[in-house]
Structures are given as C-alpha cells and as structure tokens.
C-alpha cells in the first residue's frame, strides 16, 4: 500500500545494518492508508523496528512528549498566576486561592481514565492534535477572566478548573506511546514522555514571572498568550508528523481485572503520597512562598517542580537495583523529614531552612513516583496465579490497567495538598497543622507498603 504522506518515507525494506550484516526481514510489512494509519504495525518485529519502525517510534515519542509538556505546563498555569492575582487588583481570600490552585488537579486527575481510552478509540495522531488544541480553552479563557478584576471568583473557579484538560493528557500520552515501543524499550521509552511532561510544570512556573511584567505593571494576560502559538505548534506538528496505529484496542476488561485486585487501590493510595505530593505540592508551592515569603521573589518557585521531575528517572533506576518497595518507604521517609524542616522553617521564619526543606521534600516526590511505577508490573507478576503464559499476560494487562487507575487516583492528590493547606490556615491560621497530617500520612503509607510488600518477603523483597 503506498504512502499518504512524505513523512513515512523513513519506512523502506531491509537493507544492510550499519555493522554490514544482513538486516532481519519484517516477518509482515508495514503498510499505511489516508490519514496517516500504520497498518500490521508490530514493534516485536525486529524485521519491522530495524525496517524503519524504530525512526517512526522516535518521530512520535518527541512530538508526543511536546505535547505532554504543553499539558503539563498549562495544568500548572494556575499555580504561578494566583499569587500574582491581588498584585493585579483582585482581593482573594487564601481560601480562594487555594481552590484556583487546587481545582485544575481535580479536573485533571477525572479526565486521565476517558482519556486513556480516546486513544484506541480516535487514533493516538488524531487525539494529540484534538488534545493539544483543547488547551486553548483555558489559555485563552485566562486571559479573558484576569484582565477585569470584578471577575466574580464562581467565573474564575470555572476558568480554572478548565486547566484540568492539561492533566488529561498525561494519560493519553503515556497510552499513546505504549503502543510504539517494544516491550525492551517501553519503560524507557514512558519515562521519557512522563518526564518531559513534568518538567512541564517547572517551565510554566519558571516563564510566567517573566513575561507578565511590562513597565506599566502585570500583565497577567500574557500569561495564557504564549501558550497559543505553542499550542498551534504541537498541532500541527502531530497533524502533519505523528501516527495513527490500526488494530488498537481499549482493553476495558484490563481495567476492570485490575479495578477488582486489592493491589490497585494499595498501589493508588500509596500513589497520592508520591505523585499526589509531587502535583500537590508543585501547585501550592508559588502560593506558599508568596504566603510565607513576601519578600521573596516567585521566579524561584520553579525549582521545586524541576528537582521533582529531574529525580523521577532516578527513583525507577534505584529500584531497579533494590526493589521498588524498598525505595519508595526511603522516599516516604525522606520526605517526613523534609517536611519537618518546612514546618521549622515557618515557625523561625527562616526562607532558606523553608526553601531547602521543601526542594528535598520535591526530590523525594520523584524518587517516590519512579519508585511506585517500577513496583506494579512486579507486584502483578509477583502474584499472578501462575507462571504458564497466559497468566504472565493476564498479570501484565491488569498491571497496565492498574498504572491507569493509579494515575488517576494519585493526581487527586494534587487537589487535596492545597485544599489541606486551606483547611489548616482557616481553622489554626497556620498553614503548619496541615504540614503535620501529611507526615501523618507518609507514616502510614510508608507502614502499609512495608506490611504488604515487605514484610516476610526476606531477600525476594528485592523483586518488589
């Protein structure tokens, strides 16, 4: 079947590799038709991957991770505008801001199971572009809402919860990109496309501050346009660039072995107290520091999300090596730790004790995060009802419908950090009580994780 588009040029029949060896032969030769579909696409093939498939993977694997990272970004916009807001004439209550923080997440965390299945169902090209250009919802929708400060704080609530369309993306991504790679080359081929997309968050938070002031004072509404040029970018690029695959399928009875294995929902639960605090904690932080810190300059803020998105490959490595389990109840600890000296650092009012506490507190998010992940296709395995291969498979798709529902479930944690923080300054007027039920919670995730994948494993705990 011909080509429809130029761009699947860099698909042509085995030759010679580059050692001079004869190159495997496609065991069935990919094909495509109008609209940019792959058809017998088959990333096992090694025929097929050397053929060209390979280049065709990478193509959408940086294409997607753009997008992701324009999701990210503007599911995090929120974080960075909101303490700028009563700068720019607003009167919002720290209550108030805190919901504009913490509603995007909500949103976010209920779209990333439907979108996880528009993938299967519109092809993965198809709903990139519709995904990316849905972000000019609430980009464009900011930059009505911030200009008139009579804005009533219901529209603005609205408005922000619009930002949730960004964090539906992770999810479509990530399932997008499955489908490319190879088993070999998955899990480094999702790391990529989950840290392009955290990082993300950083990037918003490091840019805004510096586009929105202008001699005349802010102007927040930069704030929402630079996204629409970027935003345009990424849809066109997955127009013109990205792939459909044919064939693929939601797996809905996946989701719903998982959705009935009592692993899922420990996984998930341990899931908020990693990734919920990475996104908790990434939203709040910029409210946090202009809250605590008046005199302190928000173009710091970024670091906090950076050092988490950066540390996340780390965690999946360490855990590799010494069992996920394990390093994820070090991560839990550390980040106790790291919230103690937050909690020193309000009470003598010390930045640099606050500042530091709170970058260590990120790191140990994202060791925890790479952590989680790499334990659930081990805890699946690990107690999958035998070892024949159609248990191993049943095993693997129930451990990929529970990185779904955990997805999902963990990023609620992003709305319950800043509504926690809210919570706490409303009824002690200090943002410290909240501090201390979040290691309150570390505590017990980190005892349920060594009762039930630690205890009594000995030296096989290695394995989770």
Known sequence: MASS????????????????????????????RSGHWLVHWDPED????????????????????????????????????????????????VDQM?????????????LRLPYTFAVPMFGGRNWTVVSALLLLIPT??????????????????LVAALAGFGGGNFASSMANISFFYPEAEKGKALGLN????????AAVQFAVPLVIVTSAGLALERAGLIFVPLVLLAAWLAWTKMDNIEGTTSDLRSFARAAQDRHTWIISFIYIGTFGSFIGFSGAFPTLLKSQF?????????????????????????????GGARITIV????????????????????????????????????????????MIPAVFRENAAGTDPGSLLRAKKAAAGCIGIAGAVGALGGFLIPRGFALSNSLTGSLQAALWVFIAAYALMAATTFSVYLSGRDREAVRI
């Open 331 to 374: 991560a839990f600890a550390a980040m106790a730790l790291g919230t103690v000296g937050a909690i020193l650092g309000l009470r003598t009012h010390s930045f640099a004790l606050f500042f530091v506490s709170f970058l260590w507190l990120f790191v140990f998010t994202g060791i925890g995060n790479g952590s989680v992940y790499r």
């Open 46 to 93: 090694p025929g097929q991957w050397a053929a060209g498939g390979k280049t065709i993977a990478r193509r959408n694997l940086s294409i997607s991770v753009f997008a992701e990272f324009l999701g990210f970004a503007v599911w995090a916009l929120w974080s960075i505008v909101v303490p700028q807001l009563n700068s720019a004439g607003f009167s919002l209550s």
């Open 5 to 32: 588009s130029s761009s699947h040029a860099d698909v042509g029949s085995a030759g010679e590799t580059a050692a001079g060896a004869a190159a495997p032969q496609p065991r069935v030769a990919l094909a495509h």
């Open 140 to 157: 464009l929708a900011l930059v009505w809402v911030v200009q008139n400060p009579q804005t009533p704080f219901g529209v603005m609530l």
């Open 194 to 201: 989950a840290a392009g997309g955290n990082i993300g968050t």
């Open 98 to 110: 805190f919901w504009l923080v913490s509603v995007p997440s909500l949103v976010g965390a209920t």
């Open 294 to 322: 008046p005199e302190m300059s928000l173009s710091i803020a970024f670091m906090g999300a950076l050092v988490g998105s950066l540390s996340r490959p780390l965690g999946g490595t360490m855990a590799d090596r010494f």
